[in-house]
Nanobody, 124 residues
Framework: QVQLVESGGGLVQAGDPLRLSCADS????????VAWFRQAPGKDREFIAAISWSGSNTYYRDSVKGRFTISRDNAKNTVYLQMNGLKPEDTAVYYC?????????????????WGQGTQVTVSS
């Protein structure tokens, strides 16, 4: 069983950095591909970035390329999302999700496990 817990969200100013963490207490986390999604009020949940189980492959939506970096430390059962140059339009609840089969998938329905989300608010 995978239980994901996000942390690191908060209120920041435009241009500031923030690092989100997604941790799991289980022993199989390192076998899962993991992704970050976000959902702003009134909008659909959207894909942000994904990383393969080994960390050797990463995927990003175009609007965050060059600003966000996804990484993982399997020894700590944790995936990170480093966000630099934050913009007000990055304001959303950020979720991490895990899948055994669909590395790099953009689709919400292909992820089996989800965290509870962490709020990121970027003021202008």
């Amino acid at each position: 069983q995978v239980q994901l817990v996000e942390s690191g969200g908060g209120l920041v100013q435009a241009g500031d950095p923030l690092r989100l963490s997604c941790a799991d207490s289980g022993r199989t986390f390192s076998t899962y591909a993991v992704a970050w999604f976000r959902q702003a009020p009134g909008k659909d949940r959207e894909f942000i970035a994904a990383i393969s189980w080994s960390g050797s492959n990463t995927y990003y939506r175009d609007s965050v390329k060059g600003r966000f970096t996804i990484s993982r430390d399997n020894a700590k059962n944790t995936v990170y999302l480093q966000m630099n140059g934050l913009k007000p339009e990055d304001t959303a609840v950020y979720y991490c999700a895990a899948t055994l089969y669909y590395t790099g998938s953009y689709h919400v329905y292909e992820y089996d496990y989800w965290g509870q989300g962490t709020q990121v608010t970027v003021s202008s």
